[in-house]
């Protein structure tokens, strides 16, 4: 047999090795041009930044909602110091915000990873438990406004339980902003839920096989392996939570209309009755644009002091 006869052979199978060798490098991988994101950019411009812009012209000028605004300069924003109102919105506004997360994101935690397991009748739960996403926030207020009434609702009986024999939550001043925060936290938890549930779904099944291996039960696998690998579902979360009860509105106004008294009156709140109910549109401009900001730096200030920003995988687990 000739040497060429012998390295025929040889030929073929470096050849196929270098095929082998090409189809397992990584693809290179192209960045979709700034056509995608001309939809979502136009989108977000129309309705997001060109509002921001009008009501940041109009904190600077005198207006009562009719006729044409007249300019002030920066009359709105000195006289922002000295609204008591202002600043006792504020304060009730991080107290709502601080409620709202202490509510929504254990219970919220606890459900998604419940629904992610394996459990009999989960699906039908997991049902009931998503039922406050289809309904309207005005519903809902109206809703729990009935169940909350100290004369005909559940709360007349069962008050007591809980250490309020009158069953007044909303009439009461130490109570009504734990009731709204309760309210509102239990029409936004499902929401929460649906995030840790399909982010506790991506865990891999291995790693609580070798924990069991291990002998660790089921607590020690839920802080050691479930909330660890849940951390950036958590981040997100928070910055939801906080960011959304900067514009609660609609339940409050309904529930207690910022009573009793200022009891509830958050910021938002404070920022419609000085625009719709005072007609003072150009101070109302002042608080939606610290409204912007705030929301805007509590957002970063949570992204960047818990690293999410450095986070490079897109899957939780992996």
Known sequence: ????????????VRTVVLVQASQLRPARRERPGFLWAA????FFTIFGIVPIAVVLYLSFTTWNGLGTPEWAGLTNWK????DTDALHSIRITAQLMVFCWLIQTPTSLLLGVWAAGPQRNRAILSTLFFLPLLLSTAAIALTWLSLLDPNFGLAASLGSYVGVSDGNFLGDDSRALYAVAAVISWQFVP???????????????AMYEVAEIDGARTMRQFFSITLPQLRNTVIASSVLVVVGSLTYFESILLLTNGGPGTATRVLPLHMYVKGFVGFDMGYASVLA?????????LSVLIVRSTGYHRMSSDREGM
């Open 1 to 12: 047999m000739s040497d060429r006869g012998i390295l025929a052979p040889r030929r073929e």
């Open 39 to 42: 939809p979502a950019a136009v």
């Open 79 to 82: 006289a922002l110091p000295g």
């Open 191 to 205: 929401f929460h839920t649906l995030l840790y549930q399909a982010a506790a779904r991506q865990i891999p099944a």
């Open 289 to 297: 644009v610290l409204l912007v900001a705030v929301g805007t730096a």
